[in-house]
């Protein structure tokens, strides 16, 4: 809801998932909001990582800490942003007092692109496509994912050429899998495959075969929607999200920052992917705007402020809010950019 010149506009938020009728059992509302976001452009981006955050404040916690975190400017903002909540003279302080505030109360995804990357060609080209893919429920294809990137961060301009053609192979809005994409494809994973040695990413490029790539580009381009979008981020990073609030027994209520990316269609293979027991952890998914919502605005203030200062992911104020299974590399400590 918008005002202009007097007047309330109404604007339909699009995509979400609404909830049944009637939510039986433990349920926990969260909303989220993530930072860093660029579409399918996982490669041409200043923005290395993505962060997407959680909390469980209800709207009156939420009022109460976005009034005090804006009383520190002398210009109260309309919609409170990182950006401008690092850049007040006490930022440090504050911070410490947000996220002492969030104990327990939040949770943070992070998405290294790059391994973002790595995941997809293990998930897409090597085994079954499922919307389970890039979470804790596949996280038997995590080790080669990750000898992959490892080797690739080690190969450097290989690896960002086999990444580049990886992305132009998978991209859906293309008009048809041509031979010819397939061959280049191809022929930059055997220039790749030169500098890997004897690693175990190795064995990772070897069982890349022609056969089911194609097969893979043919249902794609068939639009076969039991494939997850390829070059998408935001679905494994909210299937992980509500994973961690679900901690097994409960179910969850998103949310969520108006993000095309989580349609109905997709939201509702999500849904099913997610499911181990008689009910989905995922209780349903709530668009919403972060301009009206002081929830989704603390998630986004958070989100941003983990995007913008990767040192934070070492402090250990912080670190109980990280989530122990983000899609980037265990053995590093900090990541994100300053942008």
């Known amino acids: 809801m918008r005002e202009h010149g007097g007047m309330v506009a109404l604007r339909r938020l699009q995509g979400g998932l609404p909830p049944g009728d009637t939510l039986d059992g433990a349920v926990v509302e969260i909303a989220c909001d993530e930072s860093g ?3 399918a ?14 909390v469980d404040l209800s709207a009156a916690e939420a009022v109460e800490l976005i009034t005090e975190l ?3 400017f002398r210009f109260s903002p309309h919609e409170l942003k990182s950006g401008q909540f690092l850049r007040r003279p006490d930022a440090k302080a504050a911070l410490r007092w947000l996220l002492e505030a969030l104990r327990g109360r939040a949770s943070v995804h992070l998405i290294d692109k790059e391994f973002f990357l790595a ?9 079954e496509p499922t919307y389970a893919a890039g979470t804790r429920l596949t996280q038997r294809n995590r080790p080669a994912a ?34 010819e994409t397939l061959e280049r494809f191809f022929e930059v994973k055997e220039f790749f495959v030169r500098d890997t040695g004897g690693t175990p990413a190795r064995i990772v490029l070897d069982g890349l075969t022609p056969t089911h790539v194609w097969a893979v580009l043919t249902r794609l381009d068939n639009e076969d929607r039991s494939i997850p979008p390829p070059l998408e981020p935001m679905l494994p990073a909210l299937a992980e ?20 990316a989580l349609t109905a269609d997709r939201l509702l293979r ?9 009910v989905s952890p995922l209780a349903g ?3 919403a705007d972060s301009r009206d919502n002081p929830r989704v605005q603390v998630a986004d203030l958070l989100a941003g402020t983990a995007r913008r200062l990767p040192d934070l992911l070492d402090d250990p104020l912080f670190q109980p809010l990280l989530s122990p299974t983000s899609l980037r590399d265990p053995a590093t400590s900090t990541g994100g950019d300053n942008a």
């Open 37 to 39: 976001f660029s579409g």
């Open 270 to 278: 999500l849904q099913r992917a997610l499911t181990t027991g008689a």
């Open 146 to 179: 990750l000898a992959l990137y490892r080797a690739g961060r080690a190969a450097a301009q290989p690896w960002d050429a086999f990444l580049a053609a990886f992305v132009d192979l998978v991209r859906i809005k293309r008009r048809r899998p041509t031979r």
């Open 285 to 287: 998914l709530v668009m």
């Open 241 to 260: 999200t509500v994973l961690t609030w679900s901690d097994g027994h409960r179910r969850v209520l998103v949310t969520h920052d108006e993000q095309s």
């Open 119 to 127: 995941t997809r060609i293990v998930d897409l080209l090597l085994t």
């Open 41 to 54: 452009n996982l490669l041409r981006s200043d923005t290395p990582m993505i962060t997407h955050a959680s």
């Open 70 to 72: 804006r009383s520190g």
